[in-house]
């Protein structure tokens, strides 16, 4: 296994006078992708917000490529090559696709050296490109979010929860776009969607009630039914 980009070691992370994680401990190595899994409430987007310093925790430490992050600022947090794609997309709906992308360029003409690289991913892309984001269809608006952490040439995608309540055929196409990026970035996804997630992961590691039970790589996991019943509930 590579050297980690990301290391969350112990971490514990409150939301006013809620203790939302209570031990939280993730590796993610260099190209990899890596998921993590748990019922609703276990910690999942509270884990990834506190990457970013939006939740910033109140012990244990993150790594990020070997150097502490916690305690930075987001904006320099993402400054040091981190993207994130939050939980329902977060996109500015009366600016255009375009305007959307434009917002997230680190240095001038960002948006101009990727585009290509951003169409080639997203073939659709193209005709929406002058739409209002708020005219798209849900799996449109996906593939901007995603697209936002792709102008800047991040290292590490955290992503959150991209198949919600899409259709299965969008589904398909967010993860073959999402295992191409992991031929260039480092990939930690939250997701719901088993079936999505096993397909797409090398490793994996389950919370659960705001610490993480469990980790190893993705065969394993599917081999292992009760384990998935026990913290998955799924068949």
Known sequence: MSAPVLEIRNIHTFIGQFHILEGVNVSVPQGSITVMLGRNGAGKTTTLKSVMGLT?????????????????????????????????RAIFKTLTVRENLELAERQAHDLEKRIDFIFNLFPAMRQFYHYPAGNLSGGQQQML???????????????????????????EELMAAIQKLAETSTV?????NFRMASRLADRYVI?????????????????????????????
């Open 145 to 171: 979010a995603i697209a936002r952490v792709l102008v800047p040439e991040n290292r590490l995608l955290l992503i959150d929860e991209p198949s919600e309540g899409l259709a299965p055929v969008i589904i």
């Open 207 to 235: 919370l659960d009630d705001g610490q993480s039970r469990v980790e190893g790589v993705m065969p394993e996991l599917i081999k292992d039914e009760q384990l998935i019943q026990r913290y998955l509930g799924v068949a």
């Open 188 to 192: 930690l996804l939250v997701e719901q």
């Open 56 to 88: 910033p925790p109140s012990q244990g430490a993150i790594l990020f490529e070997g150097k502490p992050i916690h305690g930075k600022r987001p904006y320099h947090i993402a400054q040091l090559g981190i993207g994130y794609v939050p939980e329902h």
